[in-house]
């Protein structure tokens, strides 16, 4: 132990006497850390997390490539490890010094920047402290074992210096450490998992934005230790005295084994693919970790009050606070500014019933119709148009927690999903008829994503209960009969149904129910939903009824445009696609599709013409006698039927409400605060409060008076994150 400590001992003097290595240990990290923070506008708050973890890659880097690797290179050739030739002492407890030494010069660089960005940016501390000096640790090790390595397979110092500077430029530019992965092509994303530097910036980007730990890191973990002991083991197996011995070429692939790790974590990250929706996640992160004020707008709050000019203050994905009128200097709050003069500014929408795999509309291409193509851009069409969340009503259960997750975690953009199905309905029910034209060897596996038919009650509060657990955050059922002409459905039966919402209260689920008529909304309020779907389009909805929903707290989701939409469709008017937002938001193919189907006249029906406009003359009808009533209102639009687009629908839903006598200001209440309560998410969104998410949505003009300004966006934000609208349908 005696000469391991001598030698350390002896390599931190001379370490601390070269005023370069002080100069590049200490000091410039700090001037690249306070220029990049200023360049860069980072604020106050978790955005300056990301230039701390790109300061402590970079100073690792330096650490291990140069601080080990060119050092040990410079001593060779100035002769200065011929001396300890003579000594009775091996290579190992130079090396272990020098990686000793290394580690305990560096460990004060993170400790001074986290403090820092602290007190000097509000950056909040790291919850997870000890994953930190680990990552930090190992980082360092692994580096300096690598830089080991390069110092034993060089001959010369020309040759050390090209090697160690291809090694030290490839991972400064490729590992997320400069420019977010997420920026860079796929290919190079790819690229970059081969290198032990974009394991560091995962790493600390996941302790600092997610409280990740080091459990969450594992296979980067034990590559970053391997690649130590490795490189330890064959610095020591290929160590050099002296500049006259020379590396044989074939001992240099030696290098191999030490990065072996990360070769073979790149080549199964290549083949997963799952390192693009991480960086996609990262970058979400950084984007939302941003301080900026949107000042002097007109402020509707969600619940019906309006600040006529207020300011909105955003930090980290929440919003911060509220003030009157323009609120305070943004320079003293390192914060950006979003002029808000002419518009007003509004809780992110809430759609409260869509269907995300049905394009809504007819596609000239098959692929529009393939749920992993066709969900994410609903998502993303819904959030484009300033819906920030919506309830997802009969889409496939895998599908729907799969693109929950995606978006929940950042790795895809779109509306936060809520999920309620699969549906509960009977065989021949309404819900089964799509499956009537799908082939019969792949009919039961889509049956048990879309529909559930339970026999008994007791299958029908197995089947809850499997859902509760499955992850649903509701429950719904049907009990419209359909319309006659061919559009007749059996109806559940009642003590089914009544089972399924016993089931859903005590597993603390919301229950919707797709109704049609008078009769159906009796029962549905009866059993006890939380929500009626579309209420009575065939007549009227009783007094008695409506009382009931409101001593209940049922809320009525009227979609009027549903019944408009089939309407316009079967008297074959296409005016709706003509629409601003509608051809911004919905995929060219299936805009061609649909017109030309549409206009072609094949599907005219004067019969069910006339069916659905009396419907949805009905149904404006009961939803002005409901609100009279005060019942309560949430918006949704069904988005997925036909002729009935995610995003651009849910506007057009709310200009109907204001031309059926709703007023537009419960109307905007309806699509903000009050779905956020049938959510039961009214903590986190559909309000503009402090302390929930920052899901907002500014918009030219006031929706107050006219309704379709809500069409005229300015600005979405989602979690805090400024959207790049154009941005979201890039594929």
Known sequence: MRPYIAIFRNNLMLTLRDRSVLFFNYLFPFIFFFAFAELFHA???????????????????????????????????????????VTPISPLPILVAAMASGWLLYL?????????????????????????????????????????????????????????????????????????????????????????????????????????????????????????????????????????????????????????????????????????????????????????????TRVFVGDGTLIENGSVLVRDGKIADIFEGAGPDPEKLKADVVEGA???????????????????????????????????????????????????????????????????????????????????????????????????????ALKAQLVRTPKTPEEARRQVRELKAAGVDGVKAILEAGWGDGMLYDRLDLLLVRSVAEEARAQNLPLATHTGDARDVTDAVEIGSSSIEHGSWRDEVPDAVLERMVRQGVYLDPALGVAEAYANYFAGKGDTLNNSLVQQAVLGTVLKGTREFVTSGKGADATKAALFQSAFERAGANLLRAWKAGVPLVAGSEAGSPMVFHGPSLHHELQLWVKAGIPAKVALTAATGNGAKLMRAENRIGAIRKGLDADLLLVDGNPLEDISATERISLVVFKGERIRRSALFEK
């Open 43 to 85: 604020g106050t708050g978790g955005g300056i997390a990301y230039f701390v973890g790109t300061v402590l890659t970079m100073g690792i880097l330096g650490n291990g490539l140069w601080g080990a690797g060119m050092r040990s290179v410079q001593e060779r050739e100035a002769n200065i490890l011929r001396r300890f030739k």
């Open 108 to 296: 004060p660089v993170p400790i001074l920047l986290v403090t820092l960005a602290h007190f000097l940016y509000a950056m909040p501390l790291p919850h997870n402290w000890i994953s930190l000096f680990v990552m930090v640790t190992l980082g360092v090790c692994a580096l300096r074992a690598i830089g080991l390595i390069l110092a034993s397979v060089t001959n010369t110092m020309q040759e050390a210096m090209i090697a160690i500077q291809m090694a030290y430029m490839s991972q400064l530019f490729l590992s997320g450490a400069t420019i977010p992965s997420a920026m860079l092509p796929k290919w190079a994303q790819t690229l970059a998992e081969f290198l032990p530097a974009s394991y560091l910036v995962t790493g600390f980007q996941g302790i600092f934005f997610r409280n990740q730990t080091l459990a969450d890191n594992l296979p980067a973990v034990g590559a970053l230790l391997v690649s130590t002991t490795m490189g330890v083991f064959l610095a020591v197996q290929l160590f050099r005295w002296e500049k006259g011995e020379k590396m044989q070429p074939r001992k240099k692939l030696w290098v191999l084994a030490v990065v072996g790790p990360f070769l073979l974590m790149g080549c199964y990250r290549g083949y997963s693919k799952e390192h693009l929706g991480q960086n996609e996640a990262m970058f979400r992160d950084l984007q939302r970790s941003g301080v900026f004020l949107i000042r002097n």
């Open 342 to 444: 002419g518009k007003t500014l509004l809780p992110g929408l809430i759609d409260a019933q869509v269907r995300l795999g049905s394009p809504g509309g007819i596609s000239t291409s098959s692929e529009d119709y393939d749920p992993k193509k066709a969900m994410p851009h609903a998502a993303a069409a819904l959030l484009y148009s300033g819906v920030t969340a919506a309830r997802s009503v009969g889409d496939g259960l895998d599908a729907s927690r799969s693109l929950r997750g995606e978006i929940a975690n950042g790795s895809k953009l779109g509306a936060q999903l809520f999920i309620c199905g699969p549906i509960f309905t009977v065989e021949n029910g309404h819900g089964t008829e799509f499956l009537q034209n799908v082939p019969e060897a792949a009919r039961d």
